[in-house]
């Protein structure tokens, strides 16, 4: 048996990928750039995005702190002037600052809410307008299997990544008649994040996954791209778990 493969093409889109000078959001990039797309990186990092993604074809690159809207929105007008638009936009900017709840601090809380969920916001809501001009628009966030059940040590991280869900929901509702669709990935992968979990925690997590393994996060990008593509017109407001059924 064969299993066939999907062939993406995005030639002629502008794709906004927040966090994407490593890990999930670096291989989002690479995707939609080698299926054509002109692609703008947006991270706070400035070293390791100019490392990544500086002087490379079709890659605009921007530092900047998706919770600070003032910056999001001269780095979304930054995109437009280079590119004429925005047609899609992946918000997986993210951070984990880990500790039980009675020893979490105010800073571990707020950084943590800061990125996701006001980082979410941020960048949505300079990408809107340009998208309801242009009559079509992809909106995809990134939350995790923590938002829907929950994970010790991480109630600041679960707040947040649950409140992305439901902000899914509502914007996917509020967009809807523009021609705009919103939807979000749960993914489950290898890179810096999950190599800071301790090393029984990590153990104990691999074998929770059914699929028996974590992902290469390259294997996250082809979902971006379904939720991406005209084909997905008609499917917006859902969670699509990429995470070898860990959340099942
Ligand atoms: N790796 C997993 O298994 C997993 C599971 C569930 C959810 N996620 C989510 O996937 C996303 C990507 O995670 P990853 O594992 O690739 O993490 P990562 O740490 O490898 O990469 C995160 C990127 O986000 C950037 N970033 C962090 N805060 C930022 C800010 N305020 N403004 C701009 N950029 C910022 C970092 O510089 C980095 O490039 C995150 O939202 C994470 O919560 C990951």
């Not at 890990?23 to 080698?34: A, L, P, T």
């Not at 991280?157 to 929901?169: C, D, E, P, S, V």
């Not at 996917?172 to 992968?189: D, L, Q």
Request: include cysteine; charged fraction near 15%.
């Amino acid at each position: 048996m064969t299993i066939g493969k999907i062939q993406p093409d995005f030639a002629g889109s502008t794709v906004v990928v927040t966090g994407g000078a490593q890990g999930i959001g670096y291989e989002i990039v690479s995707y939609f750039r080698d299926a054509g797309a002109k692609v703008a990186v947006l991270d706070y990092d400035a070293a390791l995005l100019d490392k990544a993604w500086g002087s490379v074809d079709n890659v605009h690159t921007a530092a900047v702190d998706v919770s600070d809207g003032d910056a999001v929105t001269a780095a979304i007008d930054g995109v437009v002037a280079w590119a004429g638009g925005v047609d899609v936009v992946v918000n997986n900017a993210g951070i984990a600052r880990d500790a039980v709840v009675w020893k979490l601090t105010d800073d571990q809380w707020r950084s943590v809410l800061d990125v996701h969920v006001t980082g979410t916001f941020m960048v949505t809501r300079a990408v809107v307008p340009h998208m309801r001009a242009a009559g079509a628009g992809r909106i995809i966030n990134v939350t995790s299997c923590t938002g829907m059940h929950g994970n010790i040590g991480q109630a600041n991280y679960a707040a947040a990544k649950g409140g992305i869900i439901a902000f899914t929901k509502t914007v996917a509702k509020e967009v809807a008649r523009f021609g705009i669709t919103c939807n979000a990935i749960s993914p489950n992968a290898s890179t810096a994040m999950v190599a800071a979990v301790p090393a029984d925690k990590l153990a104990e997590m691999t074998a929770s996954v059914p699929v028996g393994r974590f992902a290469d996060a390259a294997e996250m990008a082809p979902a971006v791209g379904f939720l991406a593509s005209e084909q997905a017109a008609y499917v917006t407001g859902v969670v699509l778990p990429v995470d070898g059924g860990v959340s099942m």
